[in-house]
């Protein structure tokens, strides 16, 4: 693999694991499982996964086709992805996206009259598959929408992602145990700084092929 190759991967890669965060995931799965059999969390955890994997590989090969029909430009996408990814970021560092996560867990399991079909929400839509990794591999697509080489390291990246938020989330209970409170929030307030760092990036290539390149 070439160095431009192995650069995109990382970086998609890189964007896609802060943007899922399979870390902060984890939890609230542990939290929607608790108290139902080994068999039925190991099934949601993966019926979870595979319709997160349909949803995110749909829009990287159809975003594309659907912005044009819409006449939205690459660009004008690229900028508001940063911008949601930012505001995503500023989420993370102040923890109200894992608030929001639990609250949301919370509720279900109010309502819960016995072993819950979770995969489809909100495991696959929006845990795992939600508007930041749905405009991030979008972006990354747009961005090598004429090389087949580079959207197969996008597609990779995607998948080797949803295979390990597929192993936390198996492993959710014991990490529970594990990771506490305290681990968990360092962990997404490093995560959180890197995704700010990435969707000013995003903002910035945006404004400036509106601007200067257009």
């Known amino acids: 693999m070439d160095m431009a190759l192995l650069n995109l991967f990382i970086a998609s890669f890189v964007t896609l694991f802060v943007v899922i965060d ?10 929607l499982t608790a108290g139902t059999s080994p068999a039925h969390s190991r099934n949601m955890a993966i019926r979870g996964t595979v319709y997160a994997a349909m949803l995110l590989l749909a829009f990287a090969f159809g975003g594309e086709w659907l912005l ?3 006449g939205v430009s690459l660009d004008a996408f690229r900028t508001a992805g940063g911008l949601l990814l930012l505001l995503m970021s500023i989420e993370m560092l102040f923890e109200k996206r894992q608030a ?20 489809v929400f909100p495991l696959a839509i929006p845990l795992l598959a939600g508007p930041g990794s749905i405009a991030a591999v979008m972006i990354f697509m747009s961005q090598h929408h004429a090389d087949p080489r580079g959207q197969l390291v996008v597609v990779a990246a995607i998948l080797a992602n949803l295979l390990i938020a597929l192993v ?32 000013v990036q995003l903002i910035f290539d945006g404004v400036k092929n509106v601007f200067f390149n257009g």
Request: glycine fraction near 8%; hydrophobic fraction near 50%.
């Open 100 to 119: 929001r996560r639990e609250n949301r867990a919370e509720h279900m399991l109010d309502d819960e009259d016995g072993p819950e079909d979770i995969s």
């Open 68 to 70: 044009t029909r819409m």
């Open 168 to 199: 936390l989330l198996l492993m959710a209970p014991w990490l529970l145990r594990v990771m506490g409170h305290t681990v968990g929030a360092l962990i997404t307030r490093v995560f959180g700084v890197i995704l700010a760092a990435l969707s």
């Open 22 to 31: 399979a870390l902060g995931v984890a939890p609230v799965f542990a939290t």
